[in-house]
Each structure stands twice: as structure tokens, then as C-alpha cells.
């Protein structure tokens, strides 16, 4: 479970800074480029929106993914077809006095079928989770802020809030997404491709930009985990931790990686596996009630059933013709 802490929204989280002028700006966040934030403006704002830093979730047990992967009828009626494969084999094989290995062909495929689609099905959900992993790895460890009038240039990066003036430098990584103020140099360039998908760094500017602009579009933005390549400038940060570009990424991820939505091909073969279920039930109780009368006879005495006579031996060999039965239909319904 995610360790999460619900904040409610405010209103410089809707305000499209990008397309608002450097004075705007200042006076949504009510903060001086000059002097930054107070001190006791900062532990207010962190109350209302939380540390800057990507939520942390639990790692699955892969004992909880293996159990995830069993979650299917289809694989079921294998792993009860492998079951009753083997017992079978093992049975006749007991008959015989000879170990046939040929005999356990069958169920061992079937049990290597199953264990290669668990494997593939925890990679896939492992791999989810690295990405989500990758994602925290990008983020920046310190800023450059200015508070009170003074500059602190190695503040912890999770310690940022809405309103915090920040200087990004050659090198450094965006600790959170921000509006540029000014540029320090004559030109900026970030590198935003771990985000947008760019070959190429962008050149950014001091000028708004169209409110309806995409991400690529806001060239007066820059962005949590992306990386300053060239000059340096001033910043306004504008969102932090989940509420980033990058954050509602990670949120992205997570949910994906949770959500058990069955594609229509799975939902087919869940469909086909609970068809499948009910024909070889079916099968069996048809064949062993069709021989019923070889394991159990009775007298009829004035119109009455009497004198019941079971034999447990002929029971158990007639459930096993038709659940060997059962099994072959099974065969060449579905794996062949």
C-alpha cells in the first residue's frame, strides 16, 4: 500500500503559470523574486501540500504475484489436468511394476507451461515496479533557494514548496516543475527527453506562453527530473511532489500496474476455460453414473431398495476412466 497523505487542493495548483507574465506569477504565489519566502510561509505551505518527494510503495511479496497468476480458470483446469495426468501415470506405473517415464511427459509439460507463464506474468509486474523505481532515481537531491533574503545553496530538494524561488545552474537537476522568472545567462537549455520524449535539449525563455500549449509547448517551464544543460536562471517553483509532470507519471505507473482490468482476449479464455469446466465435469458424472450399476447393486424388496452392496475398488476405477476420459477430451479440444 502506498504511504499516502491526502492534501487538499489549492488554488496555485490549477494557475497555468506558463501562460501568465513573471509579475503575475509573483503575486499568485505572493513571493519576491528578491527575498523568496519566509520561513514561517514555508511550514505553512508544506502543511497544505506535503514534502516534495515521489509517494513510496510497498514491494509485492512474490509469493503475492505468484498467487496473482493463478487467477485464472484456464490455469486452473491445467494445474487439476497436470494433477490428474500424474496420478494417473504414477497409477499405471504401479500396475505395471515398471517406472515409465514416457508416462509423465504430460504432466510435466503442462507443470513447465504454467511455471514459464508465472515467471513472464512477475516479470512483467516487477518490471512495473523498477519503473517506478527509475522514476525516484531522476529526481534531484539538493537546490539552490533563496528565503528570508538569503541564499541557501544546498537546501534538500524535498524540503521545496509552491512559491520558492530557485537558481538552476549548468548540470543541476529540476527539483520540482517551476516557471522561469529570468535567465541569468543568455540562453537556457534542459534536457527533457526522461519526460517528453525530445532528442534534443530545449531552449527556454522568460516569455508566457498559450494557455492550451502542451508540455513541449511550455517553453517557459521547466521540469521535476529533467536536467539544465546550458546557463543558468532563476525560478519560480510552481508544483512539487506528486502534483509534478513527473509525479502524475508515477501516479500513472502505479495505478496501471494495479489495476487487474481483463484484456478481451483474457476475458475469452476465462469464458472458454468455465465452458470447458462444465463439459468435463459433465463427462465424468455421465460416464460413472452410466456404470454405476457395476459398483453398486441393490434387491427391490415389495417395491423398496434393499440389500445395498458398494464396492469401494470399482467405484474408484470407474471415477478413473472418466476422469481419464474427461482428460483426453481435454486434450484434443485445447492443446492440440
Not at 509439460?109 to 523498477?130: D, P, R
Not at 476405477?317 to 472418466?322: P, S, V
Amino acid at each position: 500500500m502506498a504511504k499516502k497523505s491526502e492534501k487538499p487542493a489549492t488554488k496555485t495548483e490549477s494557475f497555468p503559470a506558463w501562460s501568465k507574465d513573471v509579475k503575475e506569477c509573483e503575486e499568485e504565489f505572493k513571493v519576491s523574486r528578491e527575498t523568496g519566502l519566509s520561513s514561517e510561509e514555508v511550514e505553512k505551505r508544506r502543511e497544505v501540500c506535503g514534502w516534495n518527494e515521489l509517494e513510496k510503495h510497498e514491494d509485492q511479496s512474490i509469493l503475492k504475484l505468484l498467487l496473482g497468476q493463478l487467477n485464472e480458470t484456464l490455469v486452473w483446469i491445467l494445474l487439476f489436468a497436470a494433477v490428474i495426468s500424474f496420478i494417473l501415470a504414477w497409477y499405471e506405473c504401479d500396475e505395471t511394476g515398471e517406472i515409465d517415464v514416457t508416462a509423465f511427459v504430460e504432466p510435466l509439460v503442462i507443470f513447465l507451461i504454467l511455471i514459464v507463464n508465472a515467471i513472464v506474468g512477475i516479470w512483467q509486474k516487477s518490471n512495473a515496479e523498477k519503473a517506478l523505481e527509475a522514476l525516484k532515481e531522476i529526481q534531484s537531491g539538493q537546490a539552490s533557494v533563496v528565503r528570508d533574503g538569503k541564499k541557501m545553496p544546498n537546501l534538500a530538494a524535498k524540503e521545496l514548496v509552491p512559491g520558492d524561488i530557485v537558481e538552476l545552474r549548468v548540470g543541476d537537476k529540476v527539483p520540482a516543475d517551476m516557471r522561469v522568472l529570468s535567465l541569468v545567462s543568455s540562453t537556457v537549455r534542459v534536457e527533457q527527453g526522461s519526460l517528453t520524449g525530445e532528442s534534443e535539449a530545449v531552449s527556454k525563455t522568460a516569455k508566457a506562453v498559450a494557455e492550451n500549449s502542451d508540455i513541449q509547448g511550455k517553453k517557459c517551464m521547466v521540469f521535476a527530473g529533467t536536467t539544465v544543460v546550458n546557463g543558468n536562471c532563476m525560478c519560480l517553483v510552481t508544483r512539487t511532489g506528486m502534483k509534478t509532470e513527473i509525479g502524475q507519471v508515477h501516479s500513472q505507473i502505479h495505478e496501471a500496474s494495479q489495476i487487474e482490468e481483463e484484456t478481451p482476449l483474457k476475458k475469452k479464455l476465462n469464458e472458454f476455460g468455465e465452458i470447458l469446466t462444465a463439459i468435463i465435469g459433465v463427462i465424468c458424472a455421465l460416464v460413472w453414473l452410466i456404470n454405476l450399476k457395476y459398483f453398486l447393486s441393490w434387491e427391490m424388496v415389495d417395491g423398496w431398495p434393499t440389500n445395498f452392496a458398494f464396492s469401494f475398488e470399482r467405484c474408484t476405477y470407474y471415477f478413473k476412466i472418466a476422469v481419464a476420459l474427461a482428460w483426453r477430451r481435454f486434450q484434443k479440444g485445447c492443446l492440440q
